[in-house]
């Protein structure tokens, strides 16, 4: 099936500056969505890229899907405490009417005050 | 409280123990998923169900059952669970098609002992 990769596994972040995750999927993806999950709670929805090339801002976090549609990225500026969790990517693959949701294993950040 | 309520929150069972996990959303989804979620593991989709329908059984042992009796309500009924089977199970609701973001439950924190 499906797969999406996601790197780094874990980041560790002094706080005030940025960092970067990244998603990637060797087939076209028809969507791509973004989670935080805070330790010890569940996973919430942040937000879904359609188009190729979209780029979505939410106060601090930058969304953005590839030109090709196969990758995505999620940069923090300025990280705070609150920032702390885990933050996955989920895709959809456009073939094979192939629309299961598959999660990425995550990117564990951790911050440094 | 997210909108889609998990019960019980914690549960410990023995290996010949018969238990069901509750899930109700008050979003007005019409697809319901089941995700056990362990740790150092990408979320694992379970079951789906799309308008009280299962669409989705990936590869789930039988000792895992799941019920959908109308499309706000799902339960996961459990018996002669395995240790190895200890871990979050995350209910999940959305809209259905390809294009909307999960809403996730808090979890039932599973430990089989």
């Known amino acids: 099936g499906q797969q999406v990769m996601q790197i780094p596994q874990y980041q560790h972040v002094q706080e005030g500056e940025d960092f970067t995750t990244y998603c990637n999927s060797s087939t076209t993806l028809s969507n791509i969505q973004w989670y935080k999950q805070r330790p010890g709670g569940h996973p919430v929805f942040l937000i879904q890229l359609v188009k190729s090339g979209e780029v979505k801002k939410q106060k601090r976090l930058t969304f953005q899907f590839g030109e090709a549609k196969k990758n995505s990225s999620l940069h923090i500026t300025a990280t705070q405490t609150t920032d702390v969790g885990t933050y996955f990517c989920a895709a959809r693959s456009s073939q094979n009417n192939d629309y299961k949701l598959s999660f990425g294993a995550g990117t564990t950040v951790t911050v440094r005050a | 409280e997210t909108g889609v309520t998990q019960t019980p929150r914690h549960l410990v069972m023995g290996m010949t123990n018969k238990k069901s996990l509750k899930c109700e959303q008050h979003?007005?989804?019409?697809?319901m998923y089941w995700y056990k979620q362990s740790a150092k593991k990408p979320l694992e989709l379970m079951f789906v169900?799309?308008?009280?329908?299962?669409?989705e059984n990936n590869s789930v042992p039988s000792r895992f059952s799941p019920e959908c009796p109308n499309s706000s309500h799902l339960f996961l009924h459990l018996h002669t669970l395995q240790p190895e089977d200890s871990a979050l199970y995350l209910c999940a609701s959305s809209q259905s098609g390809g294009g909307y973001g999960y809403t996730f439950g808090s979890g039932t924190r599973l430990t089989v002992v």
């Open positions: 979003l007005g989804h019409n697809a």
């Open positions: 169900y799309n308008f009280k329908e299962q669409t």
